[in-house]
């Protein structure tokens, strides 16, 4: 609630091109690096990557994060941990604790799950989600998308940066890029290529693929019923579940390893013995956090 708040609050002062955001407080290192831009227009990985690391540092600002000893972060730990350093990605991943059906991931690397979506994903289902996030980040999509949104950021505002308000236009344009972050819309195409990313993924690391199947029709059943509601922003981003659960199938039969999945249990719960470590399970090469 309070994040939509907050949002529709910076898309209005930015619209009004007034000094109504004085009362937003932002570091100046987010401010230099779209000044930056702004005056240079070239924007390189590099810049990608620090301004979607601002725009992260916004959103966790924003959003109650699950606390290390939180069991959707020990979950999450023990599900992902391993593979925070992905194809020479490394990837930094915290939970925020909201009731909505959503994950993203950054061009800085920065992946974000929300305890909504593990309340309805078994471990390998969500691999296969984090999984779909993780594809957007290598196949360069994350970059691309925040070049888009800090494009149309930096031309719409093209006429109040003349002034010497920069500062507080400069707050709203990362406000919007977080948002669009969230929302971030990716072609089909795109899509596609995140989900053969995300099944890779599964089945060079051991894992089900068949949870990717698994995955997508808990999506696509939950789009028809009351629970619609809750899983706007996955919807919005993802439409195309129930094509993505049939995609996914074929896959697995045309690897030969198809079998209709059965989700496992779904514990977010702090475990009652927390002292055995689980580290050296997997054939984890490397583990570098
Ligand atoms: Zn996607």
């Known amino acids: 609630m309070r994040k939509n708040f907050v949002i529709m609050t910076l898309v209005l002062a930015s619209f009004s091109f007034t000094k109504m955001t004085a009362q937003i407080n932002f570091g100046e290192k987010a401010i230099g690096a779209v000044q930056k831009g702004v005056a240079g227009f070239t924007f390189s990985n590099a ?4 301004l979607s690391k601002e725009a992260v540092d916004k959103l966790d600002a924003e959003h109650e994060i699950a606390g290390p000893t939180d069991g959707y972060t020990l979950r999450l730990n023990r599900v992902f941990g391993k593979h925070a350093t992905t194809d020479g990605v ?18 800085d690397g920065s992946v974000r799950v929300y305890s909504g979506l593990m309340d309805i994903m078994d471990d390998n289902e969500l691999i296969a989600v984090i999984g779909h996030e993780i594809g957007h980040v290598i196949n360069n999509d994350s970059r691309d998308a925040i070049r888009a949104a800090y ?10 940066s003349q002034s010497a308000t920069i500062a507080t236009v400069t707050d709203s344009q990362l406000g919007k890029i977080g948002s669009a972050i969230i929302d971030s819309k990716y072609s089909r195409k795109q899509e596609s290529e995140a989900d053969l990313f995300a099944y890779n993924f599964m089945k060079k690391n051991g894992y089900n693929v068949n949870a990717e199947e698994s995955a997508f029709r808990i999506l696509a059943k939950m789009s028809e019923g009351a629970e619609a509601s809750f899983i706007d922003q996955m919807m919005s981003s993802h439409p195309d579940s129930k094509k993505r659960a049939d995609d996914a199938k074929a896959r697995a039969e045309k690897d030969g390893a198809y079998k209709l999945y059965v989700q496992q249990k779904i514990v977010n719960t702090v ?3 927390t002292t055995k470590k689980a580290t050296t399970t997997k054939k ?4 570098k956090k």
Do not use: C, H, R, S
Request: glycine fraction near 2%.
């Open 271 to 273: 475990p009652a013995t």
């Open 151 to 160: 494009q149309k950021e930096a031309l719409m505002d093209g006429a109040a």
């Open 284 to 287: 984890t090469t490397k583990k």
């Open 90 to 107: 490394t990837l930094n991943y915290k939970v925020y604790k909201i009731k909505e059906v959503n994950a993203f991931a950054t061009a």
């Open 47 to 50: 810049d990608a990557a620090k």
